[in-house]
């Protein structure tokens, strides 16, 4: 066999791995990360830490530039993708819509969000709203298994879904995929005390930014290790020292 040298070729590294985080970083830093004061996601309200979200707003410029939480991201929009033409491709579903934009006017604020999936069960002869989530395995000597909340769906996710079926017929579900196209499906029906409280406390973090102040942080949700995933950890802990 010829080697790169027998050729007079200079033997090139191959590293997709440092290629496609960088293609990630450059993705990531096109992004128009402006928020306005008054327009809000449900997606993002659904955060138990009510300061994040309002730091949000104050520090428009910050960015998520970790590849490990941006390849993350793009597990869950590949599974979204692969659940999608799986559906396509059923004699059972109809799609009638993936990232539908639904936006909502309520007591004068603005909000936005995309709905995953609508589809048209033709067994049920109803509509469906769907939540697609991703959840990743942990490995434990030989056996696969996913984290708990595979087997109950996550507050956060109910709270989020719950604005896509308020003022409409439409059925909820959550649906979890881990990577190994393992999927796990849950009722997800409207609750209208939690649309009062996503109400609420959109309407709460308003009042707060109009005023420039700040809700206290919460640190004691996910095992008291919420701030280990917040990306405002560093400016809280300034605002707190300058009380």
């Known amino acids: ?5 027998d050729r007079g070729l200079k033997k090139i590294s191959i590293d997709f791995n440092r290629d496609i985080s960088d293609s990630l970083l450059w993705e990531q830093g096109r992004n128009d990360h402006y928020r306005e004061v008054g327009e809000y996601y449900p997606s993002e309200m659904s955060f138990p830490c009510p300061r994040n979200i309002e730091l949000r707003y104050l520090y428009l ?3 998520v530039e970790d590849p490990a939480t941006l390849k993350l991201f793009e597990i869950g929009n590949t599974l979204e993708d692969w659940f999608v033409n799986r559906l396509k491709k059923s004699v059972e579903w109809h ?5 539908e934009s639904v936006t909502k006017k309520i007591n004068g604020l603005t909000y936005r969000g995309k709905r995953d999936v609508h589809v048209y069960s033709y067994r049920t002869g109803n509509e469906y709203s769907i939540e697609v989530k991703s959840t990743i395995p942990k490995l434990y ?3 696969y298994y996913t984290t708990n909340w595979k087997y109950y769906p996550k507050a956060e996710h109910l709270f989020q879904h719950n604005y896509y079926l308020h003022e409409n017929n439409l059925i909820g579900l959550l649906v979890y995929i881990d990577p190994f196209l393992n999927i796990k499906t849950f009722d997800a029906p409207f609750n209208q005390p939690a ?3 996503l109400t609420l406390k959109t309407e709460t973090c308003h009042e707060n930014l109009t005023n420039n102040t700040l809700s206290k942080p919460e640190r004691t949700h ?7 995933y917040c990306l405002y950890k560093e400016e809280c802990k300034k605002l707190e020292e300058k009380k």
């Not at 066999?1 to 040298?5: G, L, P, S």
């Not at 996910?222 to 280990?228: L, P």
């Open 1 to 5: 066999m010829r080697t790169y040298a």
């Open 61 to 63: 410029d910050k960015k």
């Open 95 to 99: 799609i009638l819509g993936t990232q």
């Open 141 to 143: 000597g030989t056996k």
């Open 222 to 228: 996910w095992g008291n290790k919420i701030c280990m």
């Open 195 to 197: 649309f009062d409280e």
